[in-house]
């Protein structure tokens, strides 16, 4: 009752209104134009939102399958689809894939995670209905979320291409679970012709000893030379992993070393023996660069270009910068991390990856297979191979063609005169991101004051921290 | 009765295309909130890694009843427990903040001075640009001050990082406030002014007796918006403190070292629980919905706190 009359005084209004015909039908165009717009932007949101975890930017995310109508595609051979982990490799393997499918007529579909959302991308995709056949399990913690969709990859075609099993994960039974495709290493870049500039030669950076002398002169000569020791050591999120994640490895690895075992799971706690040997590191890459440590927390210095721009001759990061460091240092080199331990002279870099192929267990049979002679073929075919080693760098396959980037050839010729490999144990960080995330909280405040107060304080976030983050995630 | 109401929805056409109109809208709501929303009560129940692959306990293996295992484990780290009261505290600090600029810039831009309809579209810009990317923003404009300043960096300083957060949410909803504010100081009837001019009031007691009571409907929706808001607050914080720094306690005789990142607010807390691993899944999600029957209950609350002081025109 009450609405209907509601109603009609609505219509009253309505009608008297009719009387300003012109302006009521251009604000009624409007009003209807708006909800078009609302309504389309409300489903648009809905869109996105249901795509948005696969991709940040239409760049990020490219789909060969939509682009390409695949004339000659056999569906009887089964199908491929690649939920690619690494955003530089996308261009080569969406033309790899075109190409494998013109020569045999399986359809290959790759699709590119964007950086850093790739374990919520592969959640989303591996609820449909046509899931990734090939996809990354990189470390422990991912083997223990994913194993149940991990093939036992034991006694396969791609298996007996391998050269080696280093960079193979297990999971507790045993299983097969992923496969290196390619390995990294990082270590510390050296520009050689600073160091020359500054009256040094390589051959004097041996040891901690060795690299502490020629850092900390270049530091205190810095305004006279142009350019100073390291790069800037910025804690924030784009640049804080150089520490919290790489150069803790140096001090699991020599845990690793003093136990004589290389882990295989996730240790429930650390020693800590090594801490003082990564402070001596730590301090001197702080306290010899571009940056006052106090300003680190906040982050916003470029490290990469302050190399690349001759205006610091070490900087602490990997063989994927190889690309970019070459283009104007190409002499550019890469040093173990001297840190002070007795016989460091026969380190060599940090060898390992996270780049480890797993094909969907619970594929169809068909695609599981069209999956492993796709693999085959990346790895053994000689264009094939050749585009992915030009990006990858190397891949441990036996029939694969020589590396480019000359830090993974660096890492070779360390391997080759008899040093030792720092294997990736950093890969065991517990509950990673937390783990991560109190150790720069604990950095930044030795940072900004470097007292024995507050490296006691990184201390428990990087020895107690583990434990605590272990018994979090194992409860 | 009944026949009018039959003809009323053949003759109005409010009536007769509100569903054309709604209907998009409906849809949108449907997929984008109800359904998921359904299915995230369910899988709270339950062990999952993707969605579409859960499984439901009700007996655990000690034979004790366990439906709401992820409830109560949930809630057990002294994380949570925290970031409730600080997300607590930022939600009240920011609501003052917002409303009582809001108000004083609207009431500002309402008095016919030059130019305010340019001030009014530079005050509502900042609502327009995303949450992340004024998150990294403001930490280089702050990461700047501060050092300036000399004092310590934003993500080194509780304190520091609180009201560098409060800052940056009120420079971005202050002009969204203010539009609403706007629009309820002039709806205030010119003729209860000017009573209240010719019955001697001056400006303060026109502002506190007239003006506030008949903007309270603006009030209303004002607060609501920004507790709530206030509370689920999770791309600023990400991207401007990510949680640090972290209170460090270092192990004791009696008990293992305790790390508490003291500027998480709850939003962020979830999802932390979410990236142990996939046997938390069903943990986070348990926070969620809890989560959210907290922000609904204190907002329905406010309104009908507020509502009550409400006066009809």
């Known amino acids: 009752m009450r609405s209907s009359r509601m109603s009609d005084a609505f219509g009253q209004i309505l009608i008297e209104k009719v009387i300003n015909v012109k302006k009521e039908t251009i604000k009624r165009a409007a009003a209807v134009a708006l909800a078009a717009m609302m309504a389309g932007t409300a489903l648009a949101g809905c869109g996105e939102s249901s795509s948005n975890a696969t991709s940040d930017s239409p760049s990020s995310k490219t789909d060969s399958s939509a682009a390409d109508p695949l004339a000659d595609v056999d569906g009887s051979k089964g199908k491929v689809y690649w939920l690619n982990f690494k955003p530089e490799i996308d261009e080569t393997l969406q033309t790899l894939a075109k190409d494998y499918t013109a020569k045999t007529g399986v359809e290959v579909k790759v699709v590119t995670a964007a950086s850093g959302s790739y374990f919520d991308t592969l959640t989303a995709e591996m609820t449909k209905p046509d899931a990734p056949t090939l996809f990354v399990i990189g470390n422990q913690q991912g083997v223990k979320d994913w194993k149940d969709y991990a093939l036992d990859l034991k006694g396969t075609a791609i298996e007996a291409e391998l050269n080696t099993d280093a960079y193979n994960l297990y999971d507790e ?33 041996k040891n901690f000893e060795g690299l502490k002398a020629v850092a900390e002169d270049i530091h205190a000569r810095a305004g006279e030379l142009g350019f100073d020791a390291f790069s800037s050591s910025d804690m924030d999120d784009s640049s804080s992993w150089r520490f919290t994640g790489h150069m803790a490895n140096l001090e699991y690895f020599y845990e690793e070393k003093e136990a004589g075992a290389t882990w295989t799971e996730c240790p429930a706690s650390l020693t800590g023996n090594y801490m003082d040997n990564y402070k001596n590191l730590f301090d001197l890459c702080i306290n010899n660069s571009l940056t006052d440590p106090k300003d680190l927390a906040a982050g916003g210095h470029n490290a990469e270009n302050e190399f690349k721009e001759g205006k610091a001759a070490f900087f602490v990061n990997g063989s994927w910068e190889y690309a970019a460091v070459s283009e104007t240092v190409p002499n550019a080199t890469m040093i173990p991390y001297y840190c002070g331990v007795e016989g460091e002279e026969k380190a060599g870099l940090n060898c390992g990856t996270e780049n480890c192929w797993a094909v969907n267990a619970k594929a169809s049979a068909e695609d599981q297979k069209a999956t492993i002679d796709f693999m085959v073929w990346l790895v053994s075919d000689p264009d094939a191979n050749k585009a992915m080693v030009e990006q990858l760098g190397i891949m441990p396959y036996k029939n694969a063609v020589a590396s480019t980037n000359g830090f993974l050839n660096d890492a070779a010729k360390y391997t080759a005169d008899g040093c030792y490999v720092m294997d990736w144990a950093t890969n065991y960080q517990p509950n990673v991101d937390e783990y991560r995330k109190v150790l720069v909280s604990a950095l930044n405040a030795y940072c900004a004051d470097q007292s024995d107060a507050n490296w006691a304080a990184v201390k428990t976030a990087f020895v107690d921290g583990w434990a605590v983050q272990y018994a979090a995630i194992n409860g | 009765m009944e026949k009018t109401k039959k003809k009323s929805i053949f003759s109005n056409p409010m009536r007769k295309w509100g569903w054309f109109f709604l209907g998009p809208m409906a849809i949108a709501f449907f997929i984008g909130f109800v359904w998921p929303f359904i299915q995230g009560i369910f899988l709270s129940f339950c062990d999952f890694n993707t969605v579409s692959d859960f499984s439901i306990k009700f007996i655990n293996d000690k034979g004790q009843f366990a439906l709401f295992e992820n409830y109560i484990n949930s809630i057990q780290s002294p994380q949570i427990i925290y970031s409730l009261g600080f997300t607590a505290l930022f939600a009240v600090v920011s609501v003052i903040v917002i409303n009582v600029f809001a108000f004083a810039i609207a009431y500002a831009l309402t008095q016919g001075i030059k130019g305010s309809n340019l ?21 280089m404009i702050f990461g700047g001050i501060l050092s300036l300043l000399d004092l310590p960096d934003l993500r080194s300083d509780t304190g520091i990082g609180f009201w560098c957060l409060v800052i940056l949410v009120a420079w971005q909803q202050i002009g969204y406030m203010m539009i609403i504010y706007i629009a309820g100081l002039q709806a205030v009837p010119e003729d209860m002014l000017e009573a209240a001019k010719i019955d001697g009031a001056n400006k303060t007691q ?13 009030i209303t929706i004002c607060m609501f918006l920004s507790l709530t808001n206030g509370f689920k607050l999770f791309d600023q914080n990400f991207a401007l403190n990510s949680g640090l ?14 790390f508490i990142n003291s500027t998480q607010m709850l939003a962020m807390t979830i999802k932390a629980t979410y990236d142990k691993g996939s046997a938390f899944h069903g943990q986070a999600q348990a926070q969620a919905v809890m989560f959210f029957i907290l922000v609904a209950a204190i907002g329905l609350g406010q309104l009908a706190i507020t509502r009550k002081r409400e006066v009809q025109q």
Request: charge should be negative.
């Open chain 2, 245 to 258: 720094p972290t209170i460090i306690r270092p192990a004791t005789e009696t008990s293992p070292a305790s």
């Open chain 1, 173 to 205: 039974s045993g299983k097969l679970v992923s496969m290196g495709y390619c390995y990294e290493c990082y270590g510390i870049i050296v520009n050689p012709d600073l160091i020359e500039q500054a009256g040094h030669k390589m051959d004097e950076i």
């Open chain 2, 119 to 139: 001030f009014r579209t530079i005050f509502f810009m900042p609502n327009l640009i995303g949450g992340v990317i004024l998150g990294y923003a403001w930490q």
């Open chain 2, 206 to 218: 026109t502002l506190f007796r007239v003006i506030i009571p008949n903007v309270m409907p603006s």
